[in-house]
């Protein structure tokens, strides 16, 4: 079996800050990577944000790898590790200014589907026993508290304001499984599932900014985003939650830090 691509698609936040996202397949495995949003100016990894440094970093790698999935997420942690060392310029100023993402990743290994994940991206599987997600449910309940208690309309004027700016940084303190800089902490926190697979599966990787349209803005289930992307495309949903998030530009309905996340989606068929 082997992976057929139907639609990809990444847009950013906004326009004029650069897509921390990355989404790419191969013959028998794809990713999505999620570069989480910087809490200082560039200069640890040159005039190159953190953020966008690791996903690129981290898109070669997986686009570089093959086998067994274990092993592609093995080799992207030592290769994400090795890359820093050859390219930071100094030492961090702390914890919160190492780069860090989510990411997922799937793989065709015999007659199953294997998912890798870390932290908040999505996979969804469509197959003749119906639709599961192959990471856990989208839920940032915990999310929206933290950003509803900073004040209404904190996420109006976005991550760089001072208060949410000391808010990220202190969370960040705290130690946490991430795709990061430390492949031991990268190897202990991905998870690991395994489905059986058939031809006609249908594979959905996300970012946490294409799936808010779950969880945080509960415009479709699981269902009704299969069927309507089915006679609709990407391209439709993505419309959709780009108009949700312009409805509430002030954060006031759906409690956030920033308007619109950067969003990512890959929909991949099983041939």
Not at 43 to 48: E, F, M, S, W
Not at 82 to 91: A, G, I, V
Not at 227 to 256: F, K, M, N, V
């Amino acid at each position: 079996m082997h992976f057929d691509l139907i639609q990809s698609l990444s847009l950013a936040g906004k326009p004029d800050v650069p897509n921390d996202d990355r989404i790419g397949c191969a013959e028998r495995h794809a990713w999505v990577i999620d570069g989480a949003t910087d809490l200082g100016e560039p200069g640890l990894l040159g005039t190159r944000g953190g953020a966008a440094w690791l996903a690129s970093a981290a898109q070669r790698a997986f686009a570089e790898a093959a086998g067994p999935l274990q092993g592609i997420c093995e080799s992207v942690f030592e290769r994400l590790a090795c890359d820093y060392q050859r390219d930071r310029q100094r030492e961090p100023l702390a914890l919160w200014e190492l780069p860090r993402a989510a990411f997922a990743a799937v793989a065709l290994e015999d007659d199953e589907l294997v998912c890798a994940h870390l932290a908040d991206c999505v996979v969804l599987h469509r197959s003749a026993q119906g639709i599961a997600f192959l990471t856990p449910e989208p839920d940032r309940e915990a999310e929206r508290a933290e950003a509803a208690s900073l004040g209404p309309g904190t996420g109006a004027h976005g991550v760089r304001s001072a208060a949410v700016l000391a808010d990220r940084r202190t969370a960040r303190e705290r130690p946490r499984a991430v795709l990061g800089v430390d492949p031991q902490l990268s190897r202990d926190g991905t998870c690991y599932t395994r489905v059986p697979a058939a031809r006609g599966d249908d594979v959905l990787l996300m970012s946490d900014g294409f799936a808010a349209l779950f969880d945080t803005y509960q415009a479709c289930d699981p269902d009704g985003f299969i069927t309507r992307l089915h006679s609709h495309g990407l391209a439709d949903l993505a419309h959709t939650l780009r108009g949700i998030e312009q409805d509430d530009a002030a954060c006031l309905r759906y409690p956030r830090f920033k308007m619109s996340d950067d969003a990512s989606a890959i929909w991949l068929r099983v041939g």
